[in-house]
């Protein structure tokens, strides 16, 4: 007799997903096919003919990408370098790529490292690279010999490249052939920014030697966020979505800049909530309840890991925006409230220079967006500071540190 597998599963766990049939499509590190790619033709089309020397085995043309988040960038580069891969292969040109998160690899060793271990063959090249240990101008060496001995041509795709601490290795990078590093192999570079000015900002030394295109990404409107959506509905089973579901959640999307990777994520979100509170089918009210969520997770990540001070005095700019007829204020403002803050919270006072200085780490991190003002002739600068997400889901993030739920607790029972 055949025994029933189903009366030994644990009840615990659920076996069949009433929401979704393929979730790995509404998933940030999911590339899809090129028939899913909407509203990008003409830039993927800019970005294959830079790249399209790498299929015979030649340099490419370096690229510098600008856009908001979430307007194809890196789907479109990382997409686009695929296909070059699969194309050499046919006349067996090996074409590598690495990708690289400068957010998380920000230093010139790390951006190396990196490069070299996604590139690297050991087996092949004989080479280890460890994950730390070496000195930089070691792990140039390891990856000038990974270069030759494991490719013909390597794509570097460097992500939020702003956030590199030194640009020195883009100018090593981009002269590595011309300065006779690597002889078997060569390099093309795809810098991906939301900072239109990061060109300018660029040493001269680099400007000089790291000759690039450049591209421009604009937002998606309303119509093509619904198309990308519905490109992406087979992530559900039939019949699961109401109608205006995929509408609501572009038009939400749309509402700030078009960003694509948002308008997944809030249908993704939804349709978990939906699964969570088995309350299928997936409904306008848990796209509503999804984009709060979605804008929570965002801003978690980008203060994950900042001290509880950092933190406080963002609560302290946060309560001002909550309290006062305005969405901007002065540093000296800001200030002043923290040290109330900084009192109920039992933390060390910090001073109103260090206040300035992280308010303008989190200016540069976009959580809050600061500009500098004149007061009038003669009278110098100052400047403003706003808070880039509402206030609710602020709070509700800054409430996972204890220090300041405890804070919080006892205000609201005062």
């Given at each position: 007799?055949?025994?029933?597998?189903?009366d030994d599963?644990?009840?615990?766990f659920?076996?069949?997903d009433?929401v979704?049939?393929?979730?790995?499509?509404l998933?940030i590190k999911?590339i899809p096919g090129s028939?899913?790619i909407?509203?990008r033709?003409?830039?993927?089309k800019?970005?294959?003919?830079?790249l399209n020397?790498?299929?015979?085995?030649r340099?490419?043309?370096h690229?510098?990408?600008f856009g908001e988040?979430g307007?194809?960038k890196?789907?479109?580069?990382?997409s686009v370098?695929?296909?070059?891969?699969k194309?050499?292969?046919?006349d067996?040109i090996?074409?590598?790529?690495a990708?690289?998160?400068?957010?998380?690899q920000n230093?010139?060793?790390?951006?190396?490292?990196?490069?070299?271990r996604?590139?690297?063959?050991?087996t092949?090249?004989?080479?280890?690279i460890?994950e730390?240990?070496?000195?930089t101008?070691?792990?140039?060496?390891?990856?000038w010999?990974?270069?030759?001995?494991?490719?013909?041509?390597?794509?570097?795709?460097?992500d939020?490249?702003?956030?590199?601490?030194?640009?020195?290795?883009l100018?090593?990078l981009?002269?590595?052939?011309?300065?006779?590093?690597?002889?078997?192999?060569n390099i093309?570079?795809?810098?991906?920014s939301?900072k239109?000015?990061?060109a300018?900002e660029?040493g001269e030394r680099v400007k000089?030697?790291?000759?690039?295109?450049?591209?421009?990404f604009?937002?998606?409107d309303?119509?093509?966020l619904v198309?990308?959506?519905?490109?992406?509905?087979?992530?559900?089973?039939?019949?699961?979505?109401e109608?205006d579901?995929?509408p609501?959640t572009?038009?939400l999307?749309?509402q700030?800049?078009g960003?694509?990777?948002?308008a997944?994520?809030?249908?993704?979100?939804?349709g978990?909530?939906?699964?969570?509170?088995?309350?299928?089918p997936v409904?306008?009210?848990?796209?509503?309840?999804a984009k709060?969520?979605?804008?929570?997770d965002?801003f978690?990540?980008?203060?994950?890991g900042?001290?509880?001070q950092?933190?406080t005095?963002l609560?302290a700019?946060?309560?001002?925006?909550?309290?006062?007829?305005?969405?901007e204020?002065?540093?000296?403002?800001?200030?002043r409230?923290?040290?109330q803050?900084?009192r109920?919270?039992g933390?060390d006072m910090l001073s109103e220079?260090?206040?300035?200085?992280?308010?303008?780490?989190h200016?540069?991190?976009?959580?809050i967006?600061?500009?500098r003002?004149?007061?009038?002739?003669?009278?110098?600068?100052?400047?403003?500071?706003?808070?880039?997400?509402?206030?609710?889901?602020?709070?509700?993030?800054?409430e996972?540190d204890?220090?300041?739920?405890?804070?919080?607790?006892?205000?609201?029972n005062d």
């Amino acid at each position: 007799m055949v025994s029933d597998e189903s009366d030994d599963r644990d009840p615990l766990f659920r076996y069949d997903d009433p929401v979704f049939a393929r979730e790995e499509l509404l998933k940030i590190k999911h590339i899809p096919g090129s028939d899913r790619i909407v509203g990008r033709d003409e830039h993927m089309k800019q970005v294959a003919e830079a790249l399209n020397p790498a299929i015979f085995g030649r340099e490419p043309t370096h690229l510098l990408i600008f856009g908001e988040t979430g307007t194809g960038k890196s789907l479109i580069s990382r997409s686009v370098t695929e296909r070059v891969i699969k194309e050499a292969k046919r006349d067996d040109i090996t074409v590598k790529a690495a990708y690289v998160d400068c957010g998380e690899q920000n230093t010139e060793a790390g951006v190396v490292k990196t490069i070299g271990r996604e590139l690297n063959n050991p087996t092949q090249s004989g080479i280890t690279i460890p994950e730390r240990g070496l000195a930089t101008g070691d792990y140039y060496r390891r990856l000038w010999d990974v270069l030759d001995m494991c490719c013909d041509v390597a794509i570097l795709i460097l992500d939020e490249i702003d956030l590199l601490e030194d640009d020195e290795v883009l100018r090593k990078l981009s002269r590595a052939g011309e300065n006779q590093q690597i002889s078997d192999s060569n390099i093309g570079i795809i810098g991906i920014s939301n900072k239109i000015n990061f060109a300018d900002e660029l040493g001269e030394r680099v400007k000089s030697s790291f000759a690039r295109d450049e591209l421009v990404f604009p937002a998606y409107d309303a119509t093509q966020l619904v198309d990308i959506l519905q490109n992406r509905r087979d992530a559900f089973r039939e019949n699961v979505l109401e109608g205006d579901v995929i509408p609501l959640t572009a038009a939400l999307a749309a509402q700030e800049h078009g960003d694509a990777r948002k308008a997944i994520d809030i249908l993704r979100n939804a349709g978990r909530i939906a699964a969570q509170s088995d309350t299928i089918p997936v409904t306008d009210e848990h796209v509503r309840q999804a984009k709060k969520k979605t804008e929570a997770d965002r801003f978690a990540e980008l203060i994950a890991g900042a001290p509880t001070q950092a933190k406080t005095i963002l609560l302290a700019l946060t309560n001002l925006t909550e309290s006062k007829q305005a969405d901007e204020f002065s540093t000296k403002e800001i200030y002043r409230r923290y040290q109330q803050i900084a009192r109920g919270t039992g933390l060390d006072m910090l001073s109103e220079r260090r206040t300035q200085e992280i308010l303008k780490e989190h200016d540069f991190l976009n959580v809050i967006q600061s500009e500098r003002r004149g007061r009038g002739r003669g009278q110098g600068v100052h400047a403003k500071h706003r808070l880039l997400e509402e206030p609710d889901i602020v709070k509700s993030v800054l409430e996972q540190d204890s220090r300041i739920s405890d804070f919080l607790s006892s205000t609201d029972n005062d």
